[in-house]
């Protein structure tokens, strides 16, 4: 694995080229965007003004519903690099119409161009996402998307910011002069990016759109963990964009400020998404990490509350509107732009492990698909984002911190659910911050463990902590087999219930809960799913390897998967080992300890027995280079030869 941090893939070829074609194209829709709305709250009618804006953000969202899927399709069929090319070949073109409208003053070209954008935008979304697990690798892929979403909204506020300067100025060369530049950049930085082939290229292309938007989410739907990574990704998009729409007219409402006060809080915001974006490869430690998504959602709860509540509690005596000095001295005002961002900074930590989930679990060839199916429900939630502000605001005659308000309970609900029905969020996130606490982990060989179908991972049993190790460095969810005894304890059965662990027992104890068991081994490896096994069926008393039952040898019989054998070295010492006569006599010897995880080579189902496989895993546990100044000295049963 790459020691390099996620900013030296911006040096190399096959990201560097795609990333600034991305951020010009994010950048230049912006500028244009704001300029148009601009345009609109300035040349329109009063009366005419909310009837425009809102058919604007129609028809931009418009071809997400229309085009998406069959995007998936070519993205997947056609080479991605040509793909890439073409629309911002594409891009050059509706930028020079666009060009047309300014030099008209033609508002109703300009609509008509800003749904061209929008389906330029719908073409490019899935070649964007797709592109990226072909060229990086999983521990690459928190970095890679961490850069894409903080340039994203940079890009955002930028583009933003640009639009509204140029259209101010006295002529319409500055506003079309920047939005066909920003279009050729992006083509010329896409003329650079490195031959993708094609993932799937006997696809047949199916030209009825609504059929085509029907197949895909069905097909989204089908695949459990991507809907609910999918259902989250959409969740963020509603919650962000209640909080970025309404904040201008926060800002006037509430803070009684200008536009540079507008400015400032939607820099907040995005600097916050940039800096949460980027923390992911490093709070990770480059992996597909879902367990800072929890992690992300309590921040978006805990400070969105807080944000609603500052601005409730906001009344201050002005007339008028004043500018960003007077905004800082009111009170609470630094309290609002910290909460703005936090938002952003705990946004990227719940966005960016969700992006990753679907690149790494998605079928290499439906990759651009999924994503597709992910540009469309994002859509849809953000209309009904726009529909609850209007009926919040509008009918109800609320105001915008209820509206926010309303959209922290509403965030609560759903991450709720989304974590109840996939407890892998939650029990990640236990193992990752558990195991970062209490040791520190040293690790080797984690490329061993195959990145698809079903796969027995077999380990010696030290701790009680085995399991969250293993949890906490597994690049794939895993599912344990444990003592029936241990999963039915109280307290800690809820939790093992969560983690959907595989309670056993001997065939003297009871028979039927055997039977059950192998039943389920059988099941979740038929289902591709990672089953982890402790061989020697108990902790070890001694910090030995102990013997390994011969149960494996019967799953692979019926279920011949690649069996990785795993060794935990350094954890025989430890208050949660059988280490000392009582638990409660024991202190915590290893706490911040140096531990090590090593995974061998799988090994084909032929070639596994117990008496092999407990040689592998001796042999593993021998390469730790960590001390344990606890065992016997000599080792026992450790050695080489045994």
């Known amino acids: 694995m790459s020691t390099h941090s996620q900013f030296h893939l911006l040096k190399e070829r096959r990201y560097l080229p795609f990333f600034l074609t991305q951020f010009f194209g994010a950048f230049n829709d912006n500028v244009f965007k704001n300029a148009l709305i601009i345009m609109i709250a300035f040349q329109v009618a009063e009366q005419h003004i909310n009837l425009l804006t809102n058919l604007a953000f129609g028809l931009f969202i418009l071809p997400f519903f229309l085009f998406s899927a069959f995007a998936g399709q070519v993205a997947d069929k056609y080479p991605k690099d040509v793909l890439i090319r073409r629309v911002k070949m594409g891009e050059i073109v509706i930028m020079l119409l666009a060009s047309v409208g300014f030099y008209l003053n033609h508002v109703g070209l300009l609509i008509f161009v800003l749904f061209l954008m929008g389906s330029q935008s719908s073409l490019f979304g899935p070649v964007k996402y797709g592109y990226l697990p072909e060229k990086l690798n999983r521990h690459e892929l928190m970095g890679g998307n961490g850069l894409v979403e903080s340039s994203t909204f940079i890009s955002i506020l930028l583009g933003t910011i640009l639009g509204g300067i140029l259209i101010a100025m006295d002529s319409f060369v500055p506003i079309s002069l920047a939005v066909v530049g920003f279009a050729t950049l992006g083509y010329v930085s896409a003329r650079q990016i490195p031959l993708t082939p094609a993932a799937e290229p006997g696809i047949k292309l199916d030209w009825r759109l609504w059929r085509a938007t029907a197949a895909n989410l069905r097909v989204v739907r ?55 974006s980027l923390l992911c490869e490093k709070l990770s430690n480059r992996r597909v990490e879902i367990g800072l998504v929890p992690i992300g959602a309590l921040g ?65 060839s439906w990759v651009s698909r999924m994503i597709a199916g992910n540009n469309i429900y994002n859509a849809l939630f953000m209309v009904v984002a726009a529909i609850l502000g209007m009926v919040v605001l509008a009918v109800l005659n609320w105001s915008i911190p209820q509206l926010f308000m309303i959209t922290i309970g509403l965030h609560i609900i759903v991450s709720l659910i989304i974590f109840k029905l996939m407890p892998d969020f939650i029990v990640r996130l236990v193992a990752w911050v558990v195991s970062t606490l209490i040791y520190r982990t040293r690790y080797q060989g984690l490329h061993n463990i195959p990145s698809e179908g079903g796969v027995i991972l077999a380990c010696n049993h030290i701790s009680f902590m085995d399991p969250v190790i293993i949890s906490a460095r597994s690049p794939r969810p895993v599912r344990y087999v444990m003592h029936h005894r241990i999963y039915q304890m109280p307290v800690l059965h809820w939790i093992f219930r969560l983690a959907r662990c595989i309670p056993i027992a001997s065939e003297q104890e009871n028979p039927e809960v055997l039977a059950e068991a192998y039943r389920q081994i059988y099941e979740r490896l038929e289902a591709g799913e990672v089953v982890v096994v402790f061989p020697e069926g108990r902790l070890t008393d001694d910090g030995q390897v102990g013997e390994f039952k011969r149960g494996i040898e019967k799953v692979l019989q019926k279920y011949p998967v690649p069996v990785v054998p795993m060794a935990l070295h350094n954890l025989w010492g430890s208050m949660f080992s059988r280490y000392g006569k009582k638990w409660y006599q024991r202190w915590p010897r290893k706490f911040w300890a140096r531990i090590e995880l090593i995974v061998g080579e799988p090994m084909v189902p032929e070639e596994v027995t117990a008496v092999e496989l407990q040689r592998r895993v001796i042999a593993l546990k021998n390469q730790a280079k960590t001390d344990n100044s606890l065992l016997p000295d000599p080792p026992l049963k450790t050695d080489s030869k045994a």
């Open 222 to 276: 089908k695949h459990r963990d991507i809907f609910l990574a999918v259902m989250g990704i959409s969740w963020f998009w509603f919650f962000g964009s209640v909080f970025l729409a309404q904040m201008p007219n926060f800002t006037r409402l509430v803070l009684h400020g200008n536009e540079h006060v507008v400015t400032l809080l939607l820099t907040m915001f995005s600097v916050g998404i940039g800096v949460g």
């Open 300 to 364: 978006l709860a805990i400070f969105g509350m807080d944000l609603s509540i500052a601005g409730m509690g906001m009344e201050l005596e002005v007339e008028g509107i004043v500018g960003l000095a007077e905004v800082l001295a009111f009170a609470g005002t630094y309290r609002i732009n910290f909460d703005l961002l936090m938002i952003g900074v705990f946004g990227g930590l719940y966005i960016v492990p969700l992006y990753s989930m679907v690149q790494a679990r998605a079928e290499k």
